[in-house]
């Protein structure tokens, strides 16, 4: 009965996007009002709806309305709970490590990192053969966020409990001296707050748009680190019942979205390093080239290290930095 039940789901999704037009569901953990929203995931809904006519149509759901969290996004587009979803590569590592060499400091560049990463999405193809992959962009370059404690040299760092986005980040952090803690970026601000943890890695875009300007006082920035790849995927079969024509719309609005989310990514994360710095008794910290030396030398023996255990990751890496 499953097995024919899957079958008459593909069936009616197949119907629903052939023959009467659709309307595609878009599952977005983060709130309404974040600046990706207005700024790249509704442009995204718009390109789709114009380019194709308004036979398909692409709906937001905003804030975990389709389930919690990031953790989850991939399975949902596979299962079919959501025809896209906006997540990171780096919460379900162990399906994407060829992705993930593009968030090892050293690298991408954050100015040039989401187009090295359009120009090269067939070397990451096998990792996203249960999905269609949309769209891919790296994130302003995480910096440290800090409770109480400044960091201003590695030994700082020691002992310190901070947050990590990845594996990759938590091994860059460990080798700082630091301890690693996995968590989704909706847990950070209480658990900042609490004392749960001391810090974490995250970009700038946190500042304002999950508020750790509030809970942090010190960012520390300047030295090499991680990127934190973001991707849309698209449900395999709602892509395949799709018309040549509307696939094609899909793929040229996945690129601009692409494009748009580094933008949006730049842009707030800068915005939100000039917030922080003028709110009272806040400090933003950009170390020098001799204090950031000690944590670029740990930084590169990640990179190396990663690279090394990884299969097929020393291709990805070189690829990607000779642009």
Same mark, same amino acid.
């Given at each position: ?25 878009? &599952?977005? +953990? ?5 600046? +990706? ?10 390109? $789709? ?11 937001? +759901? ?7 969290? =990031?953790?989850? #996004? ?13 997540? /990171? ?7 994407? =490590? ?19 990463? /359009? ?11 249960? $999905? ?17 404690? =400044? ?28 301890? =690693? ?7 950070? +601000? ?74 949006? #990514? ?30 670029? &030398?740990? &930084? ?13 990751? #020393? ?9």
């Amino acid at each position: 009965m499953k097995i024919l039940s899957k079958f008459a789901s593909v069936a009616l999704l197949l119907m629903s996007t052939s023959a009467f037009g659709s309307e595609l569901k878009f &599952a977005n +953990y983060m709130a309404p009002t974040h600046p +990706y929203v207005s700024r790249a995931f509704e442009p995204f809904a718009e390109a $789709v709806s114009q380019g194709t006519s308004g036979e398909v149509t692409v709906k937001l +759901y905003n804030g975990g309305e389709l389930g919690a969290g =990031p953790i989850e #996004q991939y399975s949902r587009v596979v299962d079919g709970v959501a025809e896209f979803a906006i997540s /990171l590569p780096g919460y379900t590592a162990s399906q994407f =490590p060829l992705t993930l060499t593009a968030e090892l400091p050293g690298v991408l560049t954050e100015k040039d990192g989401t187009q090295t990463l /359009l120009a090269h999405l067939d070397l990451f193809a096998k990792e996203y053969r249960r $999905v269609k992959l949309v769209g891919m962009w790296s994130s302003a370059d995480n910096v440290l966020f800090t409770r109480s404690k =400044p960091v201003r040299a590695l030994d700082d760092l020691k002992g310190m409990k901070i947050r990590v986005p990845s594996r990759n980040t938590g091994l860059l952090v460990e080798a700082w001296g630091g301890t =690693p803690v996995s968590m989704p970026v909706s847990e950070i +601000y209480n658990s900042l707050q609490t004392g749960v943890i001391d810090g974490a890695m995250i970009d700038g875009t946190a500042v304002n748009a999950f508020k750790l300007g509030e809970v942090a006082n010190f960012i520390t920035k300047g030295m090499k680190t991680t990127n934190s790849p973001f991707f849309i995927l698209m449900n395999r079969d709602a892509y395949a019942a799709l018309k040549p024509e509307q696939q094609k719309v899909i793929d040229e609005a996945g690129k601009q979205v692409s494009l748009d989310g580094q933008k949006v #990514q730049l842009s707030v994360a800068e915005k939100g390093f000039a917030d922080f710095a003028a709110l009272p008794s806040k400090e933003v910290i950009t170390l020098t080239e001799a204090q950031a030396a000690p944590f670029n &030398a740990a &930084a590169e023996k990640v990179t190396a290290a990663a690279i090394k255990e990884t299969e097929g990751a #020393q291709n990805v890496a070189d690829a990607l930095k000779a642009k």
